[in-house]
Every structure is written in structure tokens, then in C-alpha cells.
């Protein structure tokens, strides 16, 4: 299945919340062992190519597909009762995909979430 990639500005927007509750910390770069010692979020954010190697044997889109295949069918909630993103639909932006796009900006504009300086959300720091 093809996921279709989220914009990049609705990404940004929820990275403070992702670092906040430790999601996706390999999406993220924090922790992992890929050719480039990048993360997901690092390549895709810098309008790199996806296509590009991320483990010896996979693409990052390669390795985007398959985490959103494995973890879509779940079918955990997206938001919690009070109307913010889950853990869980978190974990999904970090690879670049939601369910409900509507809903996130929704959100996004309702929390009044502004742009910010992604680098100290992404990598080693």
C-alpha cells in the first residue's frame, strides 16, 4: 500500500509534542543504526530523495512502508478524549502519515501550534 506523505509544516508543528511524550525516537534520529546515522525526519524534512538508502538493505521509503504497514492495521485511536493526538497517531506523523489529515489541522490550528526550529527536535543534538 502506498501511504501519501504528510506536509511538512503539519509535521513541524507537532515535533515539540512528539519530544515531549518520546515518540518515535528512530523516525526521529535519536536512536538508530541506518547507513547515514539519520533519522526518517531528518532526510524527509530536508527534501532529500526517500529513495535513499537507509539500511544496507532498505530505502527510507522502503522502511516508511513498512512501519506504517505493520502499525496502521492496529487501528488504535488517534485522538484521546480531550481532542489531542494519541501516542499512537504521534508515532504515524513521525513517519510522514495520518489517517486524518482534517483532524490534525483541526487541532494544529485549535492549539494554535506555531513553526519552530525543528534541529533540536531531530538528531543528537
Known sequence: MIFPLLN???????????D???V???????RVSTVTDEGFLEVYLSGRSLNTAA???QSWAERRED?????????????????????????LVAWSY????RGLKA????????NRLIS???GDD
Open 8 to 18: 511538512r509544516n503539519i509535521i513541524i508543528r507537532l515535533l515539540p509534542m512528539m
Open 24 to 30: 518515535s525516537t528512530t523516525a526521529r534520529g535519536r
Open 67 to 91: 512501519f506504517l504497514g505493520r502499525h496502521i492495521r492496529q487501528g488504535h485511536p488517534l485522538f484521546d478524549e480531550d481532542g489531542h493526538p494519541t501516542r499512537y497517531h504521534l508515532a
Open 120 to 122: 533540536r527536535y531531530l
Open 55 to 57: 539500511t544496507r538493505r
Open 20 to 22: 515531549r511524550l518520546k
Open 107 to 114: 487541532y494544529i490550528k485549535r492549539a494554535r501550534l506555531k
Open 98 to 101: 495520518s489517517p486524518d489529515v
